[in-house]
């Protein structure tokens, strides 16, 4: 048996004569391309399976671009679902706020019509208020008129003066605390009356004026002139404030209201 020294020696001689004896022994360049083929494969082999490497890489790549186009198109497929389902998601949401609108609009319309139907309340208590104040004070009115309030006494009586002329007289600033009833008048030097002439009168006193007024549930001509010298007296007293005088009767007729207008007076019939 070779020993490694002995075999590296003749691996060394077998490469440096081995292509002298390939050109000289045609049959041994047969008998070593025989041995390398059964390790390796021959040249035509080799090219075929290069061709069949590249035929199994255009097929791979064939099959990954149509891999590819198919998921592009998956993917592309699924990207406008989903952007569909979005859109109708919109558009629920938008159908939800148009909902949302709408009910506000109602409540809007329910708390518009509440308001109405308070303000109409509210208007028709102020209404039945007046109306409630205009029957009071057309009820004192007819009561003054007719002569029973000077029944009373006391504030009360001023009160229920004001609300009756306050209706009569058309004038609603006045209050009870303006009117003084049966005030006495004297006419000391006999400048209208004789003198030491005393007499009571009814006034209503304001900033602007000084209001003299009788009321009568009937009324002669000889009454409604002794009233024009009332207020004549009381002009003549009070030089630094208007004086006006309103002669109150329901039932006054012609003549007398005629004879107050040639006096000056105010009648209210």
């Given at each position: 048996?070779?020993?490694?020294?002995?075999?590296?020696?003749?691996?060394?001689?077998?490469?440096?004569?081995?292509?002298?004896?390939?050109?000289?022994?045609?049959?041994?360049?047969?008998?070593?391309?025989?041995?390398?083929?059964?390790?390796?494969?021959?040249?035509?082999?080799?090219?075929?399976?290069?061709?069949?490497?590249?035929?199994?890489?255009?097929?791979?790549?064939?099959?990954?671009?149509?891999?590819?186009?198919?998921?592009?198109?998956?993917?592309?497929?699924?990207?406008?679902?989903?952007?569909?389902?979005?859109?109708?998601?919109?558009?629920?949401?938008?159908?939800?706020?148009?909902?949302?609108?709408?009910?506000?609009?109602?409540?809007?319309?329910?708390?518009?019509?509440?308001?109405?139907?308070?303000?109409?309340?509210?208007?028709?208590?102020?209404?039945?208020?007046?109306?409630?104040?205009?029957?009071?004070?057309?009820?004192?009115?007819?009561?003054?008129?007719?002569?029973?309030?000077?029944?009373?006494?006391?504030?009360?009586?001023?009160?229920?003066?004001?609300?009756?002329?306050?209706?009569?007289?058309?004038?609603?600033?006045i209050v009870a605390d303006q009117i003084q009833l049966r005030q006495p008048l004297f006419d000391p030097d006999g400048q209208v009356f004789r003198k030491h002439f005393a007499t009571e009168i009814d006034v209503i006193t304001d900033n602007h004026q000084r209001t003299v007024f009788e009321v009568k549930a009937s009324a002669s001509v000889d009454e409604v002139y002794l009233f024009s010298l009332k207020v004549k007296l009381v002009t003549l007293q009070n030089p630094d404030k208007p004086v006006h005088g309103v002669f109150i009767c329901l039932g006054a007729s012609?003549?007398?209201?005629?004879?107050?207008?040639?006096?000056?007076?105010?009648?209210?019939?």
């Amino acid at each position: 048996m070779l020993s490694q020294a002995d075999l590296i020696q003749v691996r060394n001689y077998v490469i440096r004569i081995l292509p002298e004896i390939l050109r000289q022994e045609p049959e041994v360049s047969m008998t070593i391309e025989g041995i390398l083929a059964q390790q390796f494969p021959r040249r035509d082999e080799f090219a075929r399976l290069l061709d069949e490497i590249a035929l199994l890489r255009e097929d791979t790549n064939r099959r990954f671009n149509e891999s590819r186009e198919d998921t592009n198109q998956r993917f592309n497929e699924l990207r406008e679902d989903m952007n569909r389902r979005f859109e109708q998601v919109d558009q629920r949401f938008e159908q939800v706020d148009q909902r949302f609108e709408q009910v506000d609009q109602r409540f809007n319309d329910m708390h518009r019509t509440q308001l109405g139907i308070k303000r109409d309340i509210l208007q028709l208590q102020e209404g039945q208020t007046r109306l409630l104040k205009q029957m009071e004070g057309q009820e004192k009115w007819l009561r003054l008129t007719l002569g029973e309030l000077r029944n009373d006494k006391g504030e009360i009586l001023e009160d229920m003066f004001a609300e009756a002329l306050r209706y009569g007289l058309n004038n609603p600033d006045i209050v009870a605390d303006q009117i003084q009833l049966r005030q006495p008048l004297f006419d000391p030097d006999g400048q209208v009356f004789r003198k030491h002439f005393a007499t009571e009168i009814d006034v209503i006193t304001d900033n602007h004026q000084r209001t003299v007024f009788e009321v009568k549930a009937s009324a002669s001509v000889d009454e409604v002139y002794l009233f024009s010298l009332k207020v004549k007296l009381v002009t003549l007293q009070n030089p630094d404030k208007p004086v006006h005088g309103v002669f109150i009767c329901l039932g006054a007729s012609e003549v007398v209201q005629q004879q107050g207008a040639e006096y000056g007076l105010e009648v209210i019939v």
